[in-house]
């Protein structure tokens, strides 16, 4: 399964931005999804992860209320809306399939990767 995350870009305190992350294939629909971030000197850390039908998510707590996030298993796309963006919100965001079809906040519960899309929140 390839991941491909895109929708990142150079933006100021308090805006938003959509992320989305592309996948083919039926094997998409039976995964749980997450997105993941990474800033510079840090390792990859939990965002948001989502079930395999949508209807159950789970946030770190850094982005609750600020970040949404949603898939469409008929496009077989994930999404991360990110709302209020802070300069500390800067990294290279990363989406990731699951190994479960449930909510899945642990990094060594996924198997693919898509490729990072950098987020820059300037002040």
């Known amino acids: 399964v390839q991941l491909q995350a895109s929708g990142g870009g150079s933006v100021q305190t308090g805006a938003y931005l959509t992320l989305s992350c592309a996948a083919p294939g039926r094997a998409f629909t039976t995964y749980a999804m997450g997105w993941f971030r990474q800033a510079p000197g840090q390792g990859r850390r939990f965002v948001a992860t989502i079930d395999w039908s949508g209807r159950s998510t789970e946030y770190a707590d850094s982005v609750k209320g600020r970040f949404t996030i949603s898939r469409d298993n008929i496009k077989n796309t994930v999404y991360l809306q990110m709302n209020s963006l802070k300069p500390e919100d800067t990294a290279n965001y990363y989406c990731?399939?699951?190994?479960?079809?449930?909510?899945?906040?642990?990094?060594?519960?996924?198997?693919?990767w898509g490729q990072g899309t950098l987020v820059t929140v300037s002040s």
């Open positions: 990731a399939a699951a190994s479960v079809a449930s909510t899945a906040t642990r990094l060594n519960q996924y198997v693919y």
